[in-house]
């Protein structure tokens, strides 16, 4: 893997970045995740065995993972689909899993193949180490660094020693960005507050800076499928199996690529933790550093009944949909108040906040990328 390194204008123009587009958003990156970004679906997709059709037991495990399928419906993001047109040599039914659609793109190999048991059924829907991981995030936890181990004991310690150093920096030195608001703080402030929406929290949840470690080891086989979740984020992790790699999950399972061997220092993982807590100056998920994991958890049912609403009327919000034509799900925008290129025109400072916004998610993405090593 080639070295990379910082450029330090590059550093500069971010910290610029941020300062001019911090107004638009004080909630937290981690928080802001946690309550509002949907989380993308994988999909699993069943192919029969030779004879074309599932056995009764594999009709079973079919439907055990239907029961398990749709975020909406407070299960997890899983999708399930049969490949009626291929039929597998054996006569054993299997099935392959596959990240979603936006993170791995067209014509991806899947992350995990097996045959299509109960067990592998049940450890590819839950596991403990992801139950621990939703139990930590929906507590207030800002992150959870989960540590895959390399099975050389020296290299991992040093690695955990590491991250608990710079996670005690963190929470030491770290700061909620000023103007958060709570719900019942939010519903004691004037409707007249333009900064009430993009202030305020959506859940009761406590809001604190706090991180914690959780050791995988590679052998552990009740944790094969997440581990492998994790493992293929990067086509070249391969290279690295006899070194220690660690993943921050935010959000709702949201974990960024990892740092690696001696990548994993105070340096880099403080870095990453004040990225975490800094205020969320992109709102757009998918213009975020990331790949969902597969987890079982009702999201929506944690922060349900908190939302606070101001009666005001807002002006029309200016995204990326109105700089292409488009809305975010690709359908056309159509202008009701004049032509877009004559508002940016008349209100210059809205594209000089869209390229500082693109700006920042570059040189975001490409810090947390270059350092990892």
């Not at 981690?30 to 009764?56: H, N, Q």
């Not at 975010?328 to 508002?343: L, Q, R």
């Amino acid at each position: 893997m080639k070295n990379r390194f910082r450029h330090k204008g590059l550093i500069g123009m971010i910290s610029f970045g941020i300062a001019v587009a911090a107004f638009a958003c004080q909630v937290p990156v981690f928080r802001f995740a946690l309550e509002r970004w949907e989380t993308d679906s994988y999909t699993v997709v069943i192919v029969p065995g030779a004879s074309g059709k599932l056995s009764p037991s594999e009709n079973e495990v079919l439907k055990f993972l239907q029961s398990r399928e749709g975020a909406n419906s407070g299960n997890m993001n899983l999708e399930v689909k049969i490949d009626s047109k291929k039929f597998g040599e054996s006569s054993a039914a299997a099935m392959d899993l596959f990240y979603p659609p936006r993170s791995a793109g067209p014509r991806t190999p899947p992350i995990w193949s097996g045959a299509l048991t109960m067990e592998n059924a049940k450890t590819l829907v839950d596991s403990s180490v992801r139950r621990e991981v939703v139990s930590r995030l929906l507590s207030g936890e800002s992150a959870v660094w989960v540590l895959i181990e390399s099975g050389n004991k020296e290299k991992d310690d040093r690695a955990m020693i590491e991250i608990e150093r710079a996670i005690a920096k963190a929470e030491a030195e770290l700061k909620i960005p000023d103007g958060v608001l709570t719900v019942a703080e939010a519903r004691k402030v004037s409707a007249g507050n333009e900064r009430d929406l993009n202030a305020t929290l959506r859940s009761s949840i406590p809001l604190k800076i706090q991180f914690s470690l959780i050791r995988i080891a590679r052998s552990n086989p009740g944790e094969s499928i997440f581990r492998a979740m994790l493992l293929h984020m990067e086509s070249d992790l391969g290279e690295f199996r006899n070194e220690p790699m660690v993943f921050p999950v935010f959000g709702r399972g949201r974990a960024l690529e990892p740092l690696i061997a001696r990548g994993i220092n105070r340096a880099n993982i403080f870095e990453h933790s004040s990225y975490f807590c800094g205020a969320c100056s992109c709102e757009i998920k998918n213009q975020n550093p990331g790949v969902d994991l597969l987890i079982s958890a009702n999201w929506e049912a944690a922060i349900a009944g908190n939302e606070v609403v101001v009666e005001k009327s807002l002006p029309p919000l200016l995204g990326i949909g109105a700089l292409t034509g488009k809305a975010a799900d690709g359908e056309e925008v159509t202008e009701t108040t004049g032509s877009v290129s004559s508002d940016l025109i008349s209100r210059p400072w809205i594209m000089v906040g869209g390229v500082i916004l693109l700006m920042l998610v570059f040189g975001s993405v490409l810090i947390l990328r270059n350092k990892r090593y």
